[in-house]
């Protein structure tokens, strides 16, 4: 089974701050996704990775960083959260390079006051 | 600008009988349609998925209709659980060329009542 972890269920944090979420896959998947889910927007895109060290930008990628040092941990950087990053967060991954069935991760609700 | 779109944001349907859920496309390089399914507290899960080549996906309970030229996609739950309440948003993809990018609808949460 397919076990994507991410690191924190609740968060919260102060505006301004650096923000991490950590993300690791246990099934040695190529692709790395990260999305946030807000209510009445459905999952945005935020920032993909397709092997180690390679990144794209999603849909919404302002205001996000994102790294992936080795094939199994993919995180999501907020360099200076803002209360509109106030959001459910949402690690996936996927096999293949064209493989669009994901495996996500329970999410992270991260709240900046 | 959203691409895929599920205009009902929820639905009540008894137990036994038939949920229908709808999603909408406009961008007509999308070539790869999916739902997937999100219970409270956990990640979406893949339920069922079809290719534009199809018109039509069966795996159990769960059939999958796609029309093309509507750009009109739903799924079909018979009979309906209540362990089928859950929020079902629909995605979708064209040929990107690296990892797939899905874009995902809003969702419908679906209520299945006893």
């Known amino acids: 089974d397919v076990k994507v972890t991410q690191s924190s269920r609740y968060l919260v944090k102060r505006t301004g701050e650096k923000v991490f979420l950590e993300c690791v896959q246990d099934?040695?998947?190529?692709?790395m996704f990260w999305y946030r889910q807000d209510p009445g927007l459905g999952l945005r895109l935020i920032y993909f990775?397709?092997?180690?060290?390679?990144?794209e930008k999603g849909d919404i990628p302002e205001g996000y960083s994102v790294s992936r040092e080795k094939k199994e941990r993919f995180s999501l950087i907020l360099e200076s959260a803002s209360t509109n990053q106030t959001s459910m967060y949402l690690c996936?991954?996927?096999?293949?390079?064209?493989?669009?069935?994901?495996?996500f991760g329970s999410g992270t609700q991260l709240s900046v006051l | 600008d959203q691409q895929v779109k599920q205009n009902s944001p929820s639905l009540s349907v008894q137990e036994g009988r038939i949920s229908i859920l709808n999603c909408d496309y406009t961008?007509?390089?999308?070539?790869?349609f999916l739902w997937y399914k999100k219970y409270p507290a956990e990640g979406p899960t893949f339920l069922i998925s079809?290719?534009?080549?199809?018109d039509k996906n069966e795996d159990g309970r769960f059939t999958v209709f796609l029309n093309k030229s509507a750009k009109h996609l739903s799924l079909h739950i018979v009979p309906s659980q209540p362990g089928d309440s859950a929020v079902y948003f629909c995605?979708?993809?064209?040929?990107?060329?690296?990892?797939?990018?899905?874009?995902f609808g809003t969702g419908t949460r679906l209520q299945v009542t006893l």
């Open positions: 996936a991954s996927s096999l293949l390079l064209r493989d669009e069935k994901l495996f």
């Open positions: 079809i290719s534009s080549i199809k």
């Open positions: 961008n007509s390089m999308f070539d790869y």
């Open positions: 099934m040695d998947h190529e692709n």
């Open positions: 990775s397709y092997d180690v060290k390679m990144k």
């Open positions: 995605a979708a993809t064209g040929n990107t060329g690296t990892a797939s990018k899905l874009t």
